[in-house]
């Protein structure tokens, strides 16, 4: 048994006041997917996206799980047709975030790499996810 729905729509109304989506994103998520949670007293985390049906189903009222969720429902329709270029951002990303892990300086502080490297994963993710304010 699942969540009711007002506390359902509650949780998602936090997600979108806590996390940086932009109104036109938030009204279409809101106006375009079914939301279902199924134990908001939980943060274990967990959900999926189904597509025949627009819903994003949460195990439980994780916040990462909701964002990874609404990703998955945001960008369902919008990557049709720009496949490749959307996974070549993707790949970008990936090799960025694994040069970046473990570059350090002196006393442990960010490397001069690091920064640049940082401030190209924000440059791509700012191209890639038009749905966040940056
Ligand atoms: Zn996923």
Redesign the pocket.
Known sequence: MSAAPECVRAFFEEVFRWFPYTPEAEEWLKRSVTFEVEDLNSTRGGGW?QPAEDKVFLYTAQYEAAI??LA?AWWHYRRLGVEDEFMAVVQRLLLIVRLGVGFRGPGGKPARLGHVLVRQIVADLAVACPALRW
């Open positions: 996206w990874h969720e998955h």
